[in-house]
């Protein structure tokens, strides 16, 4: 019952900026926690950094100090300013949601969701 999709990706050279969007959309009670992971080709997913409902983040050791992960509770999205960007940051970057949304059956549900994913490539 809810949705994220996401939006930003793209080609970058060393040392360029990217942003990143997702917005959540559907029957939502509230969002809780958001975060941004990533997966590059033959690795694991990882986690980039994530932010509570409250405004508390966490980084990865690989980014902070270089990406900004931001809400806006008002309009459901999180975004990922990504600068100082490296080759080894290229992946492809997901958007995850734990939320609460409104359920025909049980009136209120909770579950985790993820965003198609979008393709952030560094190359010179």
């Known amino acids: 019952q809810v949705q994220l999709v996401e939006s930003g990706g793209g080609l970058v050279q060393p040392g360029g900026s990217l942003r990143l969007s997702c917005a959540a959309s559907?029957?939502?009670?509230?969002?809780?926690?958001m975060g941004w992971y990533r997966q590059a080709p033959g690795k694991q997913r990882e986690l980039v950094a994530s932010i509570t409902d409250g405004g508390d983040t966490n980084y990865a050791d690989s980014v902070r100090g270089r990406f900004t992960i931001s809400r806006d509770n008002a309009k459901n999205t999180v975004y990922l300013q990504m600068n100082s960007l490296k080759p080894e940051d290229t992946a492809v970057y997901y958007c995850?949601?734990?939320?609460?949304?409104?359920?025909?059956?049980?009136?209120?549900?909770?579950?985790?969701?993820w965003g198609q994913g979008t393709q952030v490539t560094v190359s010179s």
């Open positions: 559907g029957s939502i009670f509230s969002i809780n926690a």
């Open positions: 995850n949601a734990d939320a609460v949304y409104y359920s025909s059956r049980y009136g209120r549900s909770r579950d985790i969701y």
